[in-house]
C-alpha cells in the first residue's frame, strides 16, 4: 500500500542523546515535511524539502537537522535532545505546491 | 503576521448538522485545505478551496470567501466517528500552509 512510514512508532530518549527518525515515502512525492504537534497548538513545520538534494528551515528548526539524499527518504536528526523537544513529530509529503499532504503515522517522542 | 482563528471545541448531536468556522489571514494565498484528526492519529485530507463559493464532497462542504479571509467546513448527517478535531490550513504566497490548532467536535448520541 503506498504511503509514509515512519520509525520508530514511539521512543522515550534520555535528554543529551542523539536520535534519528526515520520517514519514507513510495508515492514518488517531490515535497516532503517535517512537523511537530503539542497539545493546544497547530502543526509547526521544522524542515522541508522541495525536491531531492535540497532542504529548508521552517517555523521551529533549531536544534533539528535534516537530509534528503534520495526522493524516497527524509530523515529528523536530533543532535543533543532536550526536554522541551518531547511532542508527537509527523513526516509528510506533497506531489506539488498546492496538493493535500500526505502524513505518516507519527512518532511520539518523549525526552527525559 | 499570518494568523487562524477556529473555535477551540464544539459539541454537537448525531444526526444533526454543524458548521465550523475559520479565519486566516496570510502573506499571499494559495488556497485553503481542511484536514481531519482523530485522536492520537495523523491528519488526513477533506478538501480544497481556491476559488469563492462551496465545494460538496459527500456528507462534508466547505466555503471560502477570499475577500473576507473566511471559510467554514459544514458537516451534515453527523455520525459518532466525525468526532475528531478539524484543522484549518490555508497556503501562503510561498506554498507553506499555516495551521491552526483545530477545532474538537464531540459528538454526542
Known amino acids: 500500500i503506498a504511503g509514509i512510514t515512519q520509525a520508530p512508532t514511539s521512543q522515550i530518549l534520555a535528554a543529551g542523546r542523539r536520535m534519528t527518525l526515520r520517514c519514507t515515502q513510495d508515492?514518488?512525492?517531490?515535497?516532503m515535511y517535517w512537523y511537530r504537534q503539542d497539545l493546544g497548538l497547530g502543526l509547526r513545520l521544522i524542515h522541508y524539502?522541495?525536491?531531492?538534494?535540497?532542504?529548508g528551515k521552517g517555523e521551529v528548526p533549531d536544534g533539528y537537522s535534516v537530509s534528503r539524499a534520495n526522493t524516497d527518504d527524509f530523515p529528523l536528526t536530533l543532535a543533543s535532545a532536550v526536554p522541551s523537544q518531547t511532542s508527537v513529530y509527523f513526516c509528510?509529503?506533497?506531489?506539488?505546491?498546492?496538493?493535500?499532504?500526505?502524513f505518516g503515522n507519527g512518532t511520539r517522542l518523549t525526552v527525559t | 503576521g499570518q494568523n487562524i482563528d477556529q473555535p477551540t471545541e464544539m459539541t454537537a448531536t448525531e444526526g444533526a448538522i454543524v458548521q465550523i468556522n475559520c479565519t486566516y489571514q496570510?502573506?499571499?494565498?494559495?488556497?485553503l485545505f481542511w484536514y481531519q484528526q482523530h485522536a492520537g492519529e495523523a491528519p488526513t485530507f477533506l478538501s480544497y478551496?481556491?476559488l469563492d463559493g462551496l465545494e460538496e464532497k459527500g456528507r462534508f462542504s466547505s466555503f471560502l470567501s477570499r475577500s473576507k479571509g473566511y471559510s467554514y467546513l459544514l458537516l451534515k448527517e453527523l455520525q459518532m466517528k466525525d468526532s475528531a478535531s478539524y484543522l484549518c490550513?490555508?497556503?501562503?504566497?510561498?506554498?507553506?500552509?499555516?495551521w491552526g490548532a483545530g477545532t474538537k467536535l464531540i459528538i454526542k448520541p
Open positions: 496570510t502573506s499571499g494565498f494559495n488556497g
Open positions: 524539502s522541495n525536491t531531492a538534494g535540497t532542504t
Open positions: 508515492m514518488r512525492h517531490n515535497a
Open positions: 509528510a509529503s506533497s506531489d506539488r505546491g498546492n496538493s493535500p499532504l500526505h
Open positions: 490550513a490555508p497556503m501562503d504566497s510561498n506554498y507553506q500552509l499555516i
Open positions: 478551496n481556491v
